[in-house]
Nanobody, 129 residues
Framework: QVQLVESGGGSVQAGGSLRLSCAVSGSTYSIYSIQWVGWFRQAPGKEREGVASHYIRGDHTAYADSVKGRFTISQDNARNTYLQMNSLKPEDTAMYYC????????????????????WGQGTQVTVSS
């Protein structure tokens, strides 16, 4: 099992930027077994939704339509994944979670939260108008 810790959330005005970080820890085997790392968000009163996900062994990446062109997911190794969020909007306000999956899946499934088995505690992002 792996542990994930998010950081980088905060309050920003509309049009601003934030960079979220997700640090993954655990045994070498458990980290090596990860195939996808994704970012999800949940606003009050709404269901959790997938924002972006990245296949850490290749170039496969998935983005929600609502963030395409504004958010970028990246990693520098299997232990650190980032979400660069630009041109933020008030509707981006939510708790953001990173999650990892051991599953082999298609890009079309990569934003489905049920595919992920390890989750961080979340970091709050608030965008004011």
């Amino acid at each position: 099992q792996v542990q994930l810790v998010e950081s980088g959330g905060g309050s920003v005005q509309a049009g601003g930027s934030l960079r979220l970080s997700c640090a993954v820890s655990g045994s070498t085997y458990s980290i090596y077994s990860i195939q996808w790392v994704g970012w999800f968000r949940q606003a009050p009163g709404k269901e959790r939704e997938g924002v972006a996900s990245h296949y850490i062994r290749g170039d496969h990446t998935a983005y929600a339509d609502s963030v395409k062109g504004r958010f970028t997911i990246s990693q520098d190794n299997a232990r650190n994944t980032y979400l660069q969020m630009n041109s933020l909007k008030p509707e981006d306000t939510a708790m953001y979670y990173c999650a990892s999956s051991y599953l082999s899946m298609s890009v079309s499934m990569a934003l489905a939260d049920k595919q992920y088995n390890s989750w961080g505690q979340g970091t709050q992002v608030t965008v004011s108008s």
